[in-house]
Nanobody, 123 residues
Framework: QVQLVESGGGLVQPGGSLSLSCTASGSIFSSYAMAWVRQAPGKGLEWVSAISNGGDSTLSADSVKGRFFISRDNAKNTLYLQMNSLKPEDTAVYYC????????????????WGQGTQVTVSS
């Protein structure tokens, strides 16, 4: 069974940066595209960014484009999200998620996801 464990969340001031990590186990990490999604208080799940299984292609939501950068290290079974120029509206629980094999895109159709890590942007 796939396990995804996020880390790196915390409290940061507006304009600051934060880096999230997601470590995967239990499957061949390099075979699957991955994504970050988030859920703000009282709101639904929002797709944030995705990366192909090889890491050569990425997609990002307009709300984070140019500020958030997704990457992966398949040798370390780890997914990353570098978040810069953070805004209060970025406050949410951030989840990493795995797409079905052979699929990816601006979608929340995942086969598994982690427990989430809280990101709070506030002064």
């Amino acid at each position: 069974q796939v396990q995804l464990v996020e880390s790196g969340g915390g409290l940061v001031q507006p304009g600051g940066s934060l880096s999230l990590s997601c470590t995967a186990s239990g499957s061949i990490f390099s075979s699957y595209a991955m994504a970050w999604v988030r859920q703000a208080p009282g709101k639904g799940l929002e797709w944030v960014s995705a990366i192909s299984n090889g890491g050569d292609s990425t997609l990002s939501a307009d709300s984070v484009k140019g500020r958030f950068f997704i990457s992966r290290d398949n040798a370390k079974n780890t997914l990353y999200l570098q978040m810069n120029s953070l805004k209060p509206e970025d406050t949410a629980v951030y989840y990493c998620a795995k797409y079905p094999r052979g699929k990816w895109g601006a979608t929340t159709d995942f086969v598994s996801w982690g427990q989430g890590t809280q990101v709070t942007v506030s002064s």
